[in-house]
């Protein structure tokens, strides 16, 4: 409930719902902490409070680390290092570390679902085009544009390709960047 708050930009009520959850920590599996802290590590990097966020982020890799695969519930199988490294990689491009951000998103992307990585590259590409990589930024942006338009059609992932093309401005007239561009807006109408 917190992270649908915080994606509608319901920052209080995020954050409130966070804190409620953060009462139960000590009673739940390790895996069911971490991904309670990766939520809050958004829902706090969104509110922007990065003293939190990165706290929470610091919390959820250490509660991976004390996974036990026989304590985890069959609902929570989809989280682990490819999810946190996602998670990672935004709270690092948000707080103007695009390197950082680069090298988890590189992570995070090799090991996701399909459906995940349109969304994940889309964010890679951000986060080359913010340490000037061009070339990487156009190369994320392209695959996911092929997953997405391989069958793996994600809202998120096509909002976060609207995201790269509003960051390309800059060099929108680069012939490349004019080709992805007019391929982002084909597959968002």
């Known amino acids: 409930m917190a992270t ?6 319901e920052q209080l009520a995020a954050v409130g719902l966070m804190d409620t959850a953060e009462a139960v920590r000590g009673r739940v599996p390790a895996i069911m902490r971490a991904s309670l802290a990766a939520h809050q590590t958004t829902v ?3 509110a922007g409070d990065k003293r939190k ?3 929470a982020l610091n919390r959820a890799f250490d509660a991976l680390g004390r996974v036990d695969a026989s304590d ?3 609902y929570l199988a989809w989280f682990g290092e490819a ?3 996602s998670t990672e990689g935004r709270f690092f491009l948000t707080t103007g570390q695009a390197e950082r951000a680069t090298e988890a998103l590189e992570r995070s992307v090799t090991e996701a ?3 995940d990585k349109a969304v994940r ?9 913010k340490t000037g990589d061009l070339d990487g930024a156009l190369d994320a942006t392209y695959k996911a544009a092929d997953l997405i338009e391989d069958g793996i059609h994600s809202r998120r992932g096509v909002e976060r390709l609207e995201d790269v093309r509003r960051a390309f401005r800059p060099v929108k007239n680069e012939p490349k960047v004019r080709e992805v561009s007019e391929r982002i807006a084909a597959l968002a109408a």
Not at 4 to 9: E, F, L, R, T, V
Not at 121 to 129: I, N
Request: positive net charge; charged residues 10%.
């Open 4 to 9: 649908q708050a915080a994606n509608h930009q």
């Open 44 to 46: 706090y990097n969104k």
């Open 53 to 55: 966020a990165a706290a």
């Open 72 to 74: 985890t519930p069959s």
């Open 83 to 85: 999810q946190l490294r």
């Open 113 to 115: 679902a399909p459906r």
């Open 121 to 129: 590259y889309g964010t890679l590409a951000l986060a080359y085009q």
